[in-house]
């Protein structure tokens, strides 16, 4: 089983309810949960406060990254990067990034738990895309609620609709593990070649993701292999009080894995996801994601549509450590 992080999240709701401007905004209302895992999160204070660990001599093979009207564009020779230029780190998000589960895995979860609980509520492929604006499952369907109005079904009472919105999530986490577990949805293109590179080379791995952590781990351990799982950090569901995209989750992850943030290379999906990694001082690479595709990434390192499989590698664990030692150039 992979190893997780945990620490206690703060509550909010959204009380906004006028439907005559856009449903949600980008910015996630965290709503509390707590979950149980191996390795117990630090302080938010001491990830603000974390080690500096000091880099070896950076040398390797050139990038160049250039701003072009498609998104951003991407040349490396990786061939030349030495073992002491590569990431400390490589963190990868979930949902999107190892697994294009959001359509057809999160939603289609959700929706099941509505019709159990018959609470008269659907989310269609595109609400559900706005919906993706607001990072973590419970966060989501609070807002949503907040906005649309509470089904008849639920409490009157905040603390109470915060036990609501928790029994719906664990129903939902329930559906969910059992499409993975059947492997229903397959690993998106290069993200077990690139895992498997950057074990072989010593340079850690972790998930750091909104997402459940169980719904985490049950990606990681049944796609991945448990060999694989093992070696694999898991930061999750509600490990921090705030999630993206505030930088907490990365923050966490450099501290708990020891190792500089300007040191780690984070890959995402998402604008949210995106905002994250750079407030936490990382470059990040965006995959771009079925409901991603669209997004403005400008502020990204470099732009793939997958990290991709022979014959068609879009980057490797070289092209990475090339990505540390230079900057974005506009």
């Known amino acids: 089983m992979a190893a997780t992080a945990t620490a206690a999240a703060s509550t909010a709701l959204l009380p906004n309810k006028n439907l005559s ?4 905004s980008r910015n996630p209302s965290p709503l509390s949960g707590g979950i149980a895992s191996r390795v117990t999160a630090p302080p938010l204070s001491l990830s603000l406060g974390r080690r500096r660990r000091r880099r070896g001599n ?21 061939s030349s990067a030495s073992t002491s230029s590569l990431p400390a780190a490589l963190l990868f998000d979930c949902d999107g990034v190892l697994v294009d589960t959001e359509k057809d895995g999160h939603r289609i979860s959700f929706n099941e738990t509505f019709s159990e609980k018959e609470l008269g509520v659907s989310w269609d492929v595109e609400l559900y895309g706005e919906l993706l604006k607001i990072g973590g499952g419970k966060e989501r369907m609070t807002a949503y609620f907040n906005k649309t109005g509470w089904p008849t079904k639920a409490p009157k009472t905040e603390e109470d609709r915060k036990q609501f919105i928790a029994s719906l999530h664990k129903r939902k986490t329930e559906l969910f593990m059992a499409l ?6 397959p690993l998106r293109p290069g993200v077990q070649r690139l895992i498997d590179e950057a074990l072989a080379k010593g340079v850690k791995v972790a998930v750091c993701s909104t997402s459940n952590e169980k719904a985490v781990s049950a990606i990681v351990s049944f796609l991945l292999g448990s060999d694989r799982a093992e070696k694999i950090t898991i930061f999750a569901g509600d490990v921090v009080p705030r999630k993206k995209p505030d930088p907490a989750i990365y923050l966490l992850a450099a501290d708990t894995l020891e190792v500089d943030p300007s040191s780690c290379v984070v890959v995402e999906d998402s604008t949210i996801g995106l905002a994250a990694a750079k ?40 092209f990475c450590a090339n990505l540390l030692q230079k900057q974005y150039v506009s």
């Open 279 to 318: 407030a936490a001082g990382m470059k990040c690479i965006i995959t771009k994601s079925g409901y991603t595709a669209e997004e403005d990434f400008v502020a990204a390192d470099a732009v793939f549509d997958c990290i991709g499989d022979p014959p068609e590698v879009r980057f490797d664990l070289g």
């Open 21 to 24: 401007t856009p449903l949600f």
């Open 58 to 78: 950076l040398g390797g093979g050139s990038i160049r990254l250039r701003n072009r009207s498609g998104g951003i564009s991407c040349s490396s020779d990786s």
């Open 180 to 185: 993975i577990e059947k492997k229903l949805l």
